[in-house]
T-cell receptor, first 117, second 111 residues
Framework: GAVVSQHPSRVICKSGTSVKIECRSL??????MFWYRQFPKQSLMLMATSNEGSKATYEQGVEKDKFLINHASLTLSTLTVTSAHPEDSSFYIC?????????????FGQGTRLTVV | KQEVTQIPAALSVPEGENLVLNCSFTDSAIYNLQWFRQDPGKGLTSLLLIQSSQREQTSGRLNASLDKSSGRSTLYIAASQPGDSATYLC??????????FGAGTTVTVRA
């Protein structure tokens, strides 16, 4: 299957600072990327969808000014957690598809464990 | 809104026993259904993808079935091994390209 690389895998930051997480599709062009958040022992909750050439679409309840998403190119999407607070500590996972081939398989990054202290 | 349910939430079996994991979804208008494996603190590994026109997919000891009319999918893992211990998630894709996830089944295979 296709490879999605997410970086960093772990990050610890101080409260009030911003953190950027990168998601790259290594061997395909990701026309659509998704960002998820996962709390301990819970399933993945979709935060936002970004499509090539357009702004991200945020799910209800997700603050778009706090979680900035940039689909910079067909192989890179970034999630920036701005002014992070301890309650933002979570596991963030990105997913990518090549939607030009129809609704195909979704591939996931390795996830980023964010801890805000 | 699509709702995906996985039963049981947790499962513990002795090595060698077959595993049966269930997934149900409320909206049968899905494009495909995927089964994933997640190890603690890790991302998701795709195990099987079943297109809406298919009834099952097989990969090694894994077999997944799909019954759209009843809104169900089942993942079978034959001859379980301790290395199969993980959380298994099912997710379907609807026409907005989004995945809707179940809460997962945490499997423990005892040696």
């Amino acid at each position: 299957g296709a490879v999605v690389s997410q970086h960093p895998s772990r990050v610890i930051c101080k409260s009030g600072t911003s953190v950027k997480i990168e998601c790259r599709s290594l061997d395909f062009q990701a026309t659509t990327m998704f960002w998820y958040r996962q709390f301990p022992k819970q399933s993945l909750m979709l935060m936002a969808t970004s499509n090539e050439g357009s702004k991200a679409t945020y799910e209800q309840g997700v603050e778009k000014d706090k979680f900035l998403i940039n689909h910079a190119s067909l192989t890179l999407s970034t999630l920036t957690v701005t002014s992070a607070h301890p309650e933002d500590s979570s596991f963030y996972i990105c997913s990518a598809r090549d939607a030009r081939q129809g609704i195909t398989e979704a591939f996931f990054g390795q996830g980023t464990r964010l801890t805000v202290v | 809104k699509q709702e995906v349910t996985q039963i049981p939430a947790a499962l513990s079996v002795p090595e060698g026993e077959n595993l049966v994991l269930n997934c149900s979804f409320t909206d049968s208008a899905i494009y495909n259904l995927q089964w994933f494996r997640q190890d603690p603190g890790k991302g998701l590994t795709s195990l099987l993808l079943i297109q809406s026109s298919q009834r099952e997919q097989t990969s090694g000891r894994l077999n997944a079935s799909l019954d759209k009319s009843s809104g169900r999918s089942t993942l079978y893992i034959a001859a379980s091994q301790p290395g199969d211990s993980a959380t298994y998630l099912c997710a379907d894709t609807t026409n907005d390209y989004k995945l809707s996830f179940g809460a997962g089944t945490t499997v423990t295979v005892r040696a």
